[in-house]
């Protein structure tokens, strides 16, 4: 996983994404991932100020945290039940967030797996919407 890590972060872009895509608002990034694409948005996020916001599905830090400084609002969701990042990884994300005093929102879904079966998808949506809702008016402002 450490081995690729840094190429698979290279894929996120943000300069990319923004330059190419006229619909995008550039003063409000917001990186949603699942399982790996979690762990990227959550690296990315703690080294871009570019991003608001991040929804993590199932993810986590793979990469030393001793450097993180600051981190934007980040919305967990994770199922108990995960055996591939499994719910305590989350505690030590919280623990990073908690110690660079960023706001975060966890809901950990007791009957839930890694892909978040026996998750009413419904409830999924509502809480990143309204996580969404919430801090996007804030919003972070790119130079």
């Not at 989350?90 to 110690?99: G, S």
Request: proline share 3%.
């Amino acid at each position: 996983m450490a081995r690729c890590f840094g190429t698979w972060l290279g894929t996120i872009g943000i300069r990319y994404f923004i330059q190419r895509q006229p619909f995008a608002d550039k003063n409000k990034i917001f990186l949603l991932g699942h399982s790996l694409g979690a762990q990227l948005a959550l690296q990315q996020a703690a080294k871009d100020k570019r991003v608001a916001g991040v929804v993590d599905m199932s993810g986590c830090f793979v990469l030393p945290t001793n450097a993180i400084t600051a981190m934007p609002p980040v919305l967990i969701l994770h199922g108990k039940r995960d055996v591939v990042v499994p719910v305590t990884r989350e505690q030590a994300l919280i623990a990073v967030l908690k110690r660079v005093h960023s706001q975060y929102e966890e809901h950990i879904f007791s009957q839930g797996d890694h892909a978040f079966n026996h998750v009413d998808f419904d409830e999924l949506v509502r809480y990143t919407n309204a996580f969404l809702d919430s801090h996007q008016r804030v919003g972070t402002t790119v130079e």
